[in-house]
């Protein structure tokens, strides 16, 4: 993608959705991190689902705690591989009690230290919680910045930084929203709606698919 096309493909996500917000449900910063970990490879209507039941009776660090592992996965046991998560998550719960007060840390090196917390789950807090201009590259930020040439990478890692280089200084906040939405929505893997995309004009991608 050239790089004078880049403000005007942001431009038209923001004119099409101004304030793209997470898909994941959430009210306080713990219960995004616990949500966030509970994602990985599963859907978010999976996680809202499951953490509409847990969220009511337990969300704060010590709250979790007390529910124990297998209370803990009683709650979570329809999202794909929730032993390992409830057991991170039971992890991280006792290191924000016991090392941060109960509160989740607000920097990047503390949140990957916590168990379960990788650098994609931090970058969606930071981003998300505290309105740093991070790209937490999922699978479908890694394609669309790929197909589009926004931002061609071969490892999420590269694909990040090269966000990071690329997206205006304007659109840095909810890039992240905007290439996750038009990944999820528009741009999907098996078959591009490029018919109704409003960046197709934009977009390196060829053939386009067109209207069935
Ligand atoms: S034009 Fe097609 S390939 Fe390009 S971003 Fe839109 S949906 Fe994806």
């Not at 009690?97 to 789950?121: I, M, N, S, W």
Request: charged fraction near 20%; include cysteine; hydrophobic fraction near 40%.
């Amino acid at each position: 993608m050239n790089k004078r096309d880049i403000e005007p493909f942001f431009a038209a996500l923001k004119a099409a959705n101004p304030s793209p917000q997470t898909e994941l449900e959430y009210t306080t910063v713990f219960e995004l991190l616990t949500a966030v970990l509970l994602s990985a490879q599963a859907t978010d209507v999976g996680v809202n689902k499951a953490t509409r039941k847990l969220f009511p009776v337990a969300n704060t660090p010590q709250a979790i705690l007390d529910l124990g592992l297998e209370g803990l996965e009683g709650y979570i046991k329809t999202i794909g591989l929730y032993r390992s998560k409830a057991k991170h998550l039971m992890q991280t719960c006792r290191m924000l009690v016991e090392l941060h007060g109960g509160q989740v840390p607000r920097t990047r090196e503390e949140l990957e230290a916590l168990p379960g917390v990788g650098r994609k789950t931090a970058n969606v807090v930071l981003n998300v919680a505290f309105g740093e201009s991070t790209m937490a590259v999922d699978t479908h930020i890694f394609r669309v910045s790929n197909r589009t040439g926004l931002a061609p990478g071969k490892t999420p890692l590269a694909v990040e930084m090269q966000l990071l280089q690329r997206v205006p200084p304007a659109y840095a906040v909810d890039s992240h929203h905007w290439l996750i939405l038009l990944g999820r929505y528009v741009c999907q893997a098996r078959k591009p709606r490029c018919w109704e995309c409003v960046v197709a004009r934009y977009c390196d991608f060829t053939p386009k698919t067109p209207a069935p």
